[in-house]
């Protein structure tokens, strides 16, 4: 089945944290069009942001979501949910939980 998307928007960018991990940081957001938005997809938005050590990529944090997986966060091999409040909160989660990984880092 074809996607349609409304609008999509890709970051990515390198941060050293207080702990000397660099990190790579890409940030996808999608906003769904149409008017059957699967319920994995809160307000039709499907997004990912993902940090990982550069040295060592097997340690990351990710928060997305996708086909058939609500809203949910990794932290190295760990997975758990979490409930979507908005895109704003779910950046401020992934901030949160990359420091309490690598340490802490310039976020705007």
């Known amino acids: 089945m074809k996607v349609n998307w409304a609008w ?3 970051d990515k960018w390198v941060v050293k944290t207080e702990r000397g991990y660099t990190l790579v940081i890409v940030m996808e957001l999608r906003k769904l069009m149409g008017k059957k938005i699967k319920i994995e997809f809160p307000e039709g938005y499907q997004f990912k942001i ?3 050590n ?3 990529p097997n340690e990351f944090v990710r928060v997305d979501n996708h086909n058939n997986k609500p809203p949910h966060y990794h932290v190295d091999q760990q997975e758990k949910p979490f409930v979507w409040v908005s895109w704003e909160e779910s950046k401020q989660l992934f901030y ?5 990984r690598f340490g802490n880092f310039p976020w705007d």
């Open 54 to 56: 550069l040295v060592n």
């Open 96 to 100: 949160q939980l990359t420091c309490q």
């Open 50 to 52: 993902h940090a990982y």
């Open 8 to 10: 999509q928007n890709q």
